[in-house]
Every structure is written in C-alpha cells, then in structure tokens.
Nanobody, 122 residues
C-alpha cells in the first residue's frame, strides 16, 4: 500500500505565503509524476502544478509566477511553495502521485492524499 500525507495548510492573509508538502510512503519502487491539485467549494478538482521524476514542471495559468513545485526524490516528497496568495486560491489542496511498485515495472498506479485546506482571507 502507498500512503500520501500532506501538511502545511492553514489560514493566511491575501498577499501572504504558505508551503505545502506531501510525503509518499509504503510499497514504492519508483515515483513517476507528483502533482498538486485543488478543489474549491462547489468547483471541480483542478491541476495546480505537476513535476516529473526528472524535474520537469507544469503549472496552471492561474498560479504561474506565484507557485513553485519541487520534489525530493530520495524522500519521495513533493513541495508546493505558494506566494502572493489570493482569496481565489482558497481550496483543499490534494497531493497526487503515480507510483510503481518496482523500479523496473511498467505498471504505475495513481494515489491521492486526503487533502489539506488552504484559506486565504481578503
């Protein structure tokens, strides 16, 4: 089994910063992509940022220039540094990982964390 545990959410004023982290543990041979998604109340879950095992990144247009995704492959941990936060960034942030049980396996499975709430006050 694979577990993803997020941490770092909380309440912050608009213009402030917050950092999230997500650690993957369990039966892990290799972690391919690791992403951050978010879901605001009443909205669909959306991709915020993604990072491959090689370090290539991708961001939603709404967070480009404000959020930075990074990862520590040795720790199977992904981070999201959020700056210049806006009230519209308020959401539950979810960690996602595509995990292979062994490094030589071609079969990867999706795993989700339980989410951490980020609230940005105006």
């Amino acid at each position: 089994q694979v577990q993803l545990v997020e941490s770092g959410g909380g309440l912050v004023q608009a213009g402030g910063s917050l950092s999230l982290s997500c650690a993957a543990s369990g039966s892990i041979g290799a972690v391919d992509k690791m992403d951050w998604y978010r879901q605001a109340s009443g909205d669909q879950r959306e991709l915020v940022a993604a990072i491959t095992s090689g370090g290539s990144t991708n961001y939603a247009d709404s967070v480009k220039g404000r959020f930075t995704i990074s990862r520590d492959n040795a720790k199977n941990t992904v981070y999201l540094q959020m700056t210049s936060l806006k009230p519209e960034d308020t959401a539950v942030y979810y960690c996602y990982a595509l995990v292979r049980r062994s490094a030589w396996s071609n079969v990867a499975m999706s795993h989700w964390g339980k989410g951490t709430l980020v609230t940005v006050s105006s």
